[in-house]
């Protein structure tokens, strides 16, 4: 809705002030405030030091993060591939058999975390296919819960393609194959960039479906997080959480960079 007053325009920034602030932005502050700090003074942290992020980015710490990086990097990876593999699948099936396709993959993401954890955990924890306690288990969890949000990215960018552009490739005698590398692909490369954002992101923070299957081993950061607060080591999971955000948004913004030179290609 558009609003010309410049009082209206005043009033809307002011809500959005007040309901951005204390909902999105104080949280992120507070825990950004707390990394720094060694106690509480009233309702602030205070006591600045440096401590806790020079344990944050070395030892037990710094090998969580590379865990987290590799874990999301695989698991958006082939999320991506079997998302974009099936939305571009579906988009040749009839109308009823593309539903089928879209709940079968947001399955995964209409219920808890935990239950897909448990679930891996069953499937994959006897032979043929044994992959409790290793690190494989919880790509594979991870994939499971990000490819539905790869898959609908994909899906729908597909439906808003305009077709003109792989007919007046197909007239020229370029193959199916041909079109899809050089043509389908090209264009879908914002909304893939987009989705590997998001699939990567998702898979830095989650932590519910990891806690059941993550082997000693293997521990990503989420998980170190949660130890830490768990045993009223608040200061210090704070400054680990900040870590894992700067990392999760700088692969993000690198994506973005991405995203944004192949839209004005």
């Excluded at 209206?8 to 825990?31: G, M, N, Q, S, Y």
Aim: proline share 6%; with cysteine; hydrophobic share 60%.
């Amino acid at each position: 809705m558009l609003v010309h007053s410049r009082g209206a325009r005043w009033t809307i920034w002011a809500l959005f002030a007040l309901l951005f602030l204390p909902v999105f932005a104080l949280p992120l502050l507070v825990v950004l405030g707390a990394s720094f700090a060694t106690h509480w003074s009233s309702v602030l942290p205070s006591g600045p030091t440096l401590a806790h992020y020079r344990a944050a980015t070395r030892g037990e710490a710094l090998q969580a993060l590379t865990t987290s990086l590799l874990t999301a990097l695989a698991a958006s990876l082939l999320a991506l591939i079997a998302g974009t593999w099936a939305a571009l699948a579906a988009a040749a099936l009839r109308k009823r058999h593309r539903r089928l396709v879209d709940a079968l993959f947001v399955l995964p993401v209409a219920v808890p975390s935990v239950v897909v954890g448990l679930s891996v955990l069953v499937a994959f924890s006897e032979p043929p296919l044994l992959l409790n306690g290793t690190r494989w288990i919880v790509i594979l969890a991870h994939t499971v819960l990000v490819t539905a949000f790869a898959h609908q990215s994909v899906s729908a960018a597909i439906r808003r393609l305009d077709p003109a552009f792989e007919q007046a490739a197909a007239s020229l005698g370029a193959s199916p194959a041909y079109v899809l590398r050089r043509v389908r692909l090209p264009l879908l490369l914002p909304s893939l960039t987009a989705a590997a954002g998001l699939c990567f992101a998702l898979s830095m923070g989650e932590l519910s479906a990891t806690m059941m299957l993550y082997p000693p081993d293997w521990t990503p950061l989420p998980v170190l997080i949660h130890a830490a607060t768990d045993r009223g080591a608040l200061f210090a999971g704070s400054a680990v959480a900040v870590v894992l955000m700067t990392a999760t948004l700088l692969v993000l913004f690198a994506l973005s960079r991405v995203r944004t030179r192949a839209s004005y290609r």
